[in-house]
């Protein structure tokens, strides 16, 4: 049976995971009538780390959504393992949730349609024209598009803004495990080649991501590395099969063209590393929905900027201490000795403090890595 497109919306979202959600439930909180079109069947699965920042969870808790217990594990801050090294550091404020994805998909589509916003699902849109999309070979009338379509964006090459600063693209994979948590932190292990998160996403249920610069990634090659984790995850049962993907540090020149924006990874990225993509795209999504109903997209663009400044810098001190076994090294003795050094990393990492509060978190940093 055909389907009946509307004549017009305000706002068409091309793409139906966490971003183009969450930007359609900020839109009709705005009053604007939202079409989500996307070609997947739902849920919508994808590699990442399951774990949601406490920044993350506030942006959530900002759109309505709220996530509870029943339905992901709470973790109080992160670890460090590099080796016979350990660091660690709660939260300085706030929940962080460890979430399977697709429950956490489940979630923000259910919300986003009892927000009024009509959800398609298996309905690819085919290209962009003056007056909208094609969906089907039809035209759907929209005052704005979303292009919520991920790191592969084809909306943001339709739109004429895929231009960016090249950075190496690294690859990751992901798999779950069914054994008791042992610890309320996400551990991040730190190795050779590559690293590994471990969330809890349930009380018996750990997700394992590994993130590595080399591009034919093998999940067991990767895990064999590191002696201890594979040793808590002995004799535990897979509940999924490895999925992979790619991350990269992605900072376009423009974010929006005309009546067309970008949102989420499409909007340009992070480094897995940080664990930041997610809350960024929760971050971005009320921006958009204010600057489309005041219709001020250049206001989105100068926002957007200011929302990349601080995950990008994290991403690319993570990414030296990823590249470099002895800086790493050194770190990880500063974090052990200091019993500050690595609590104010994190809150920097969370967004938690001023501007001067990280140009003297990262002077402090330095000297002692410089003493080390």
């Known amino acids: 049976m055909s389907r009946r497109f509307p004549n017009e919306v305000d706002v068409l979202v091309v793409g139906g995971g966490p971003a183009g959600l969450a930007t359609a439930i900020a839109a009709r909180q705005r009053g604007l009538s939202v079409l989500v079109a996307d070609g997947a069947t739902p849920s919508i699965d994808k590699a990442c780390g399951e774990g949601l920042m406490p920044d993350g969870v506030e942006a959530l808790t900002r759109l309505g959504v709220r996530i509870v217990e029943s339905q992901a594990r709470a973790f109080c801050g992160i670890r460090f393992i590099n080796g016979g090294q350990r660091a660690e550091a709660r939260f300085p404020r706030g929940t962080a949730y460890g979430i399977r994805r697709t429950v956490l998909h489940r979630i923000l589509a259910a919300h986003a349609a009892s927000a009024g916003a009509c959800l398609w699902w298996r309905t690819p849109v085919s290209g962009l024209c003056a007056e909208g999309a094609l969906m089907a070979g039809e035209l759907v009338r929209a005052r704005w598009v979303v292009g919520a379509d991920g790191a592969g964006s084809r909306v943001r090459r339709w739109a004429r803004l895929d231009v960016h600063e090249r950075k190496p693209i690294r690859v990751a994979a992901r798999c779950h495990y069914r054994v008791a ?177 990280y140009v003297t978190n990262g002077i402090s940093l330095g000297w002692q890595l410089l003493k080390a």
């Not at 018996?204 to 610069?213: D, K």
């Not at 929905?289 to 900027?305: M, R, T, V």
């Not at 500050?340 to 509060?357: T, Y």
């Open 181 to 357: 948590p042992w610890t309320d932190f996400m551990e991040l292990h730190w190795g050779k080649h590559a690293q590994v998160y471990v969330t809890a996403v349930n009380d018996q249920e750990v997700c394992v991501a590994v993130i590595s610069n080399k591009p034919r990634l093998r999940f067991d090659d990767v895990l064999a590395e590191f002696t201890e984790l594979r040793g808590q995850l002995r004799d535990a049962e897979r509940t999924s099969s490895a999925r992979g993907g790619i991350t990269v540090n992605r900072k376009l020149r423009r974010v929006y063209n005309e009546n067309v924006a970008l949102v989420g990874d499409a909007s340009g990225g992070v480094d897995a590393i940080t664990g930041e993509g997610l809350c960024l795209a929760f971050q971005q999504a009320p921006i958009l929905a204010d600057c489309l109903a005041a219709g001020d997209l250049p206001h989105y663009q100068a926002e957007h900027s200011k929302l990349m400044r601080r995950p990008l810098l994290m991403a690319q001190l993570m990414l030296l201490m990823a590249h470099h076994s002895r800086l790493r090294q050194r770190a990880m003795q500063v974090f052990e000795s200091s019993a500050r050094s690595f609590p104010a990393m994190l809150s920097m990492h969370v967004g938690v403090g001023s501007a001067r509060d």
